[in-house]
């Protein structure tokens, strides 16, 4: 079984700032990439950011300059570090890895269960 836990989500002022963390947990084989996305009520779940292949990070548009997504790769967690937060980024955000369990020969996206990230006016 694997789960990823998500942690560090609440209430933050506008131009605030809130850390997110996300430790993956399990019979882990490895892990392809991981990353943060969001989602707000009627609308599709969107990329925030995430580490690809060959360590390489992709951010949206929306956040560059704001946002910084790190890892500790020994401890299967990985962090999105959200300063000037806007109105505008509150949402629902979840953790995603791509990782391969033990004793499988397939990588497959698990999620978390989410944390909410609201941001005041």
Do not use: H
């Not at 892990?31 to 996305?37: A, L, P, R, S, V």
């Not at 995603?96 to 369990?101: D, F, G, I, Q, V």
């Amino acid at each position: 079984q694997v789960q990823l836990v998500e942690s560090g989500g609440g209430l933050v002022q506008s131009g605030g700032a809130l850390r997110l963390s996300c430790a993956a947990s399990g019979s882990i084989f490895s892990i392809n990439g991981m990353g943060w996305y969001r989602q707000v009520p009627g609308k599709q779940r969107e990329l925030v950011a995430r580490f690809i292949s060959g360590g390489t990070t992709e951010y949206a548009d929306s956040v560059k300059g704001r946002f910084t997504i790190s890892r500790d790769n020994a401890k299967n967690t990985v962090y999105l570090q959200m300063n000037s937060l806007k109105p505008e980024d509150t949402a629902v955000y979840y953790c995603n890895a791509n990782l391969r369990k033990s004793g499988s020969y397939s990588s497959y996206s698990y999620w978390g269960q989410g944390t909410q990230v609201t941001v005041s006016s």
